[in-house]
């Protein structure tokens, strides 16, 4: 189970991001699969980081 299907509060805007940016990194969003591809890496970062931090499963660009 995702980590967001454990929160409580109530989802305001589903299926409108296309990009999210973290500290980490940087994820593309599928709108219409509702999958993350990893694009972007902040510099020190590795992918293995974001896979512990994010705990979500996401594709890696290039891959």
Do not use: H
Request: net charge positive.
């Amino acid at each position: 189970m995702a980590r967001w299907q454990n929160y409580t509060l109530q989802l305001t805007g589903a299926r409108v991001v296309s990009t999210i940016i973290t500290d980490l990194c940087i994820f593309e969003v599928d709108g219409a699969k509702g999958g993350l591809t990893l694009v972007e890496l902040a510099p020190g970062v590795e992918v293995g980081v974001v896979k512990w931090k994010i705990g979500a499963k996401f594709k890696i660009a290039g891959d």
